[in-house]
């Protein structure tokens, strides 16, 4: 994490913070309305929110964060998602856990799964998607 705080990296981390808070802003508005409003369960509501807001995080990350990449917009979108099914799947199994064995309210419980699947996600699109940072002296 200290070597995440220092030069290239620190930026590309701080940019990508400011992406996630406000993709994560979407991301739990959708999921209340999804679940107050519309009375879906909150699994398969936190499950297509995260969707809608990693769509936009890419925008996002694309135009600010990562920008200068090489990789063209489609690729670069499939890579993304794929990153983001892992993102999906930490914050799907967190989220399960901290709502049914924690009993934690389901918007603590997507808030905490968040931290963790957003770095995991960060990681892999600085490394392996835009290519960004390497395994080397950028970190």
């Given at each position: 994490?200290?070597?995440?705080?220092?030069?290239?990296?620190?930026?590309?981390?701080?940019?990508?913070?400011?992406?996630?808070?406000?993709?994560?802003?979407?991301?739990?508005?959708?999921?209340?309305?999804?679940?107050?409003?519309?009375?879906?369960n909150?699994?398969?509501?936190?499950?297509?929110?995260?969707?809608?807001?990693?769509?936009?995080?890419?925008?996002?990350?694309r135009?600010?964060?990562?920008?200068g990449?090489?990789?063209?917009?489609?690729?670069?979108?499939?890579?993304?998602?794929?990153?983001?099914?892992?993102?999906?799947?930490?914050?799907?199994?967190?989220?399960?856990?901290?709502?049914?064995?924690?009993?934690?309210?389901?918007?603590?419980?997507?808030?905490?799964?968040?931290?963790v699947?957003?770095?995991?996600?960060?990681?892999?699109?600085?490394?392996?998607?835009?290519?960004?940072?390497?395994?080397?002296?950028?970190?």
């Amino acid at each position: 994490m200290a070597r995440l705080a220092r030069g290239r990296a620190g930026r590309l981390f701080a940019r990508n913070t400011v992406a996630s808070f406000l993709s994560f802003g979407l991301d739990i508005l959708l999921l209340w309305l999804l679940v107050r409003t519309a009375g879906l369960n909150p699994f398969p509501a936190a499950a297509a929110a995260f969707i809608v807001a990693i769509t936009l995080h890419y925008w996002l990350s694309r135009i600010w964060v990562f920008c200068g990449t090489r990789r063209s917009v489609a690729a670069g979108y499939a890579y993304f998602l794929m990153n983001a099914g892992i993102g999906l799947a930490i914050t799907m199994a967190m989220f399960v856990a901290l709502v049914e064995l924690a009993g934690l309210h389901f918007l603590l419980a997507r808030s905490l799964a968040s931290i963790v699947a957003g770095i995991t996600v960060f990681l892999l699109n600085a490394v392996y998607n835009f290519r960004i940072l390497g395994s080397g002296a950028e970190l």
